[in-house]
């Protein structure tokens, strides 16, 4: 006997391998006039589909039960069901009749309005960025399947669609207006990606898209699914990645989703050990259950298959892995053995991470995990691409807000790094978590007054990326927005008409230019023989010095103040004898520096010891970048 689609489709679910668990359930049109409705509901006594089509009627439109798998399905034929019609499912346990959206919608009403909205998923759009994924396949495939950071530029620029930029009178801008504005903007600017924050559905804008209801559905606060693909087709063209935020670790207790959706907990842990992160007020996916995980792993490859999305960053991953996850003794239970590594966690990142190496192995699993859990960007262990270094994170933004006079007893806190970021595939991370809750924002962590908070940005940021690893920065940081972000408003751009904020724009523009340019910061990022330390440990003066080469054997040297006194007569080994030319400064008047420093090339001098040295001057809270010039000049 043949088993028919119908079945293979519902058995691959249960045992959890239906990667395009999207295409069989939820709403899928059949003909003009019929619609076939599935969802998973094993613990509803009835479930019906009510809507604008039948006055949302609780009763009228049943669906039917098997009781094997708790799939409920039916056929409705109705011609006013078309492209737009709002409905939802009426899941029916004992006296209780609850309305819930539909898990698998690709379209959803947003904020105050929770139904989902029917979208024919067929509907063709018509790409073109195949270039772009012709270059993504020839630069990432490789390195990805051989557990390396990709020899390409990677420096990513955080955004929340709804906070980058609005309309004057509070509005959000559409999806095509953020398309060409933002294309044309990180263009200019020089990041080679966008990283969104959360776009899947989400009806409260207070939880940034960290809480969503509707997994299969870009929001519609900006428009509909077609314009969300014109985002990503537009970047593409312009030559820009796409990383999605996604988030499989929890989702929120709104009744209208994924919350008990059948009466009873179905899509988060039944155990009161594992079932909610209290301080999140969210419920945890039971990812060990098998139908979830076809739901979970079925999303991830939607994003990067329906929308061409260039990576997927998998937030929260540390809360996922360890048992004790924010919560106190007696909340939770140990393993047999007394450990408190969540295994079924553990062998769902194995699962999916392997589902997205074999589908779309030139693309991007990235993990915020912000533990020591080891091999989580390993084939043989979790499996993801990169992570995110939080440690690098923590120790560099302490160090920054340190007043200069006492940075000598932190000085490790900008070597530590060093120690460990060859050891996984990091990216160093200054996102939105650390520019809120009294954080406060990038420029005004830097210690010191006006004047120093800016030379210290640029210092800082310089620091950043010249250190082995990709890069990501919190959009409003490049132009040095004062306030705490807030996802009500649109940043300070009008900070733009202060000299002091536009020459910190002009200054992230070169660096981010200078970066692409010079593969040397980029090509080589997990060789420990690319990175070498020049000064180390320079506690008391406040410098750090440190090389990075090329495949070519090419090099830049790069210097760090960090004091906040002037070195005039500053020297450091290099290797060899020659010129060496500075090509960077942070001091350059155009960055509102005060232009301390020479730009003609520096002779090496011998050292007495017989080896080289550079005598140089290092102006306060600055960096210089120097490059070998055979030249002299």
């Not at 809120?436 to 940021?461: I, N, P």
């Not at 090099?555 to 005039?568: E, G, K, P, Q, W």
């Not at 500075?582 to 020479?598: I, K, Q, W």
Request: net charge negative; with cysteine.
């Amino acid at each position: 006997m043949i088993a028919s689609r119908d079945e293979v489709a519902e058995y691959l679910f249960g045992q959890g391998n239906n990667y395009q668990s999207q295409n069989y359930f939820g709403a899928h049109r059949i003909d003009d006039e019929s619609v076939a409705f599935r969802v998973w509901a094993p613990g509803a006594d009835l479930v019906c589909v009510a809507g604008d089509f039948n006055g949302w009627n609780v009763h009228e439109d049943p669906l039917v039960p098997n009781h094997e798998n708790g799939i409920w399905t039916g056929i409705l034929k109705n011609a006013s069901f078309q492209d737009g019609s709002r409905y939802k499912f009426v899941i029916h346990r004992g006296k209780t009749a609850t309305f819930k959206g539909d898990p698998y919608a690709l379209y959803a009403e947003t904020l105050a309005n929770t139904a989902s909205l029917f979208c024919d998923g067929s509907a063709d759009y018509d790409w073109h960025d195949s270039d772009y994924l012709a270059r993504r396949r020839e630069n990432m495939i490789a390195p990805l399947q051989r557990d390396v950071l990709p020899a390409v530029p990677m420096n990513v620029y955080e955004v929340h669609l709804g906070s980058w930029k609005r309309h004057e009178d509070g509005s959000y801008l559409t999806y095509h207006e953020l398309a060409d504005q933002l294309s044309d903007y990180v263009k200019d600017m020089g990041f080679s990606y966008v990283e969104l924050m959360p776009v899947m559905e989400h009806p409260f804008d207070g939880s940034w898209g960290y809480q969503i209801c509707n997994y299969f559905a870009p929001t519609s606060r900006f428009g509909d699914p077609a314009g969300f693909k014109y985002f990503v087709d537009t970047m593409h063209r312009k030559g820009i990645g796409v990383i999605l935020d996604w988030v499989p670790a929890h989702f929120p207790k709104d009744q209208h989703g994924l919350y008990e959706f059948d009466g009873g907990p179905l899509y988060e842990y039944q155990g009161k050990d594992r079932m909610e992160h209290a301080s999140w007020g969210t419920r945890c996916f039971d990812v060990g259950r098998t139908q979830v995980q076809s739901f979970l792993i079925s999303n991830a490859l939607y994003w990067l298959d329906e929308f061409h999305a260039d990576g997927l960053r998998v937030d929260a991953v540390a809360s996922m892995l360890y048992l004790d996850y924010d919560r106190k003794p007696g909340e939770w239970n140990p393993n047999p053995d007394g450990s408190n590594i969540n295994r079924e966690s553990v062998a769902f990142f194995r699962k999916l991470n392997a589902a997205v190496r074999e589908r779309f192995p030139d693309c991007m699993m990235i993990a915020e995990e912000s533990t020591a859990f080891p091999g989580v960007t390993k084939q043989d262990g979790l499996g993801f691409n990169m992570k995110w270094s939080m440690g690098w994170m923590n120790d560099s933004l302490d160090y920054l807000t340190i007043d200069p006079l006492f940075r000598g007893g932190a000085h490790h806190k900008l070597t530590f790094s060093t120690m460990y970021c060859f050891s996984e595939s990091y990216m160093l991370p200054i996102s939105h978590d650390e520019v809120v809750h009294g954080k406060k924002s990038l420029l005004d962590k830097s210690f010191g007054d006006y004047e120093q908070k800016f030379a210290s940005t640029r210092t800082f940021l310089t620091y950043m990326m010249t250190h082995p690893g990709k890069k990501l920065l919190f959009m409003g940081s490049e132009f040095g927005q004062f306030t705490e972000w807030n996802e009500q408003k649109s940043l300070e751009w009008f900070m733009l008409a202060y000299d002091k904020h536009k020459e910190l724009q002009t200054f992230v523009k070169a660096l981010n230019h200078f970066y692409l340019e010079h593969k040397m910061l980029w090509e080589l990022d997990q060789d420990g023989l690319a990175f070498k330390w020049i000064a180390a440990d320079n506690t008391s003066d406040n410098v750090y010095a440190y090389e990075r080469f090329s495949s070519d054997g090419n090099s830049l040297i790069v210097c760090l103040n960090f004091s906040a006194n002037d070195r005039d007569d500053y020297r450091f080994p290099v290797r060899e004898s020659g010129y060496y030319k500075p090509v960077f400064t942070t001091d350059a008047h155009e960055f509102g520096g005060r232009t301390l420093y020479s730009d003609r090339a520096v002779r090496a001098v011998k050292d007495g010891y017989g080896g080289w040295q550079l005598k140089t001057k290092l102006p306060a809270l600055s960096a210089v970048i120097y490059i070998k010039n055979r030249k002299g000049n």
